[in-house]
């Protein structure tokens, strides 16, 4: 009975971490989805005659939270590779040219730039 016990508790720790590990992932993306979001507004306030289609990852690399040098990447629950899309606005991760949003909400802050 013990061990029994032992089982489920183990198996109840497991299914926690695996759900704690994908809003993880989902809430790191929706982050840096937003930094790319307000580097788009701030190249947008400083260039007001520019298009959001036109702008290139250099145009919006100094404008990122932190200067990180380089535009953030993420990867998807099956650990794929996503790109940003930042031609519009709020940006959207992209997986085979579709949009990538896993959760239930374009407006949770998981995966998308939330309610910004």
Known sequence: MVIGIML???SIITY???????????RTAGEQLKSVYIAQK?????????????ISSSD????????PGSMPSAQSLN????????????PVFE???STYDP???SEDGLWDSGGL
């Open 8 to 10: 489920a508790l183990a």
């Open 16 to 26: 926690s971490y695996s759900s704690l590990s994908e809003w993880r992932k989902a």
């Open 42 to 54: 701030s190249f947008m306030a400083d260039h007001p005659t520019a298009s959001t289609s036109s």
């Open 60 to 67: 919006l690399i100094p404008y990122l939270p932190g200067n």
């Open 79 to 90: 650990d794929e590779d996503l790109s940003i899309n930042f031609t519009v606005m709020p």
């Open 95 to 97: 997986l085979g040219g």
């Open 103 to 105: 959760s239930d909400s």
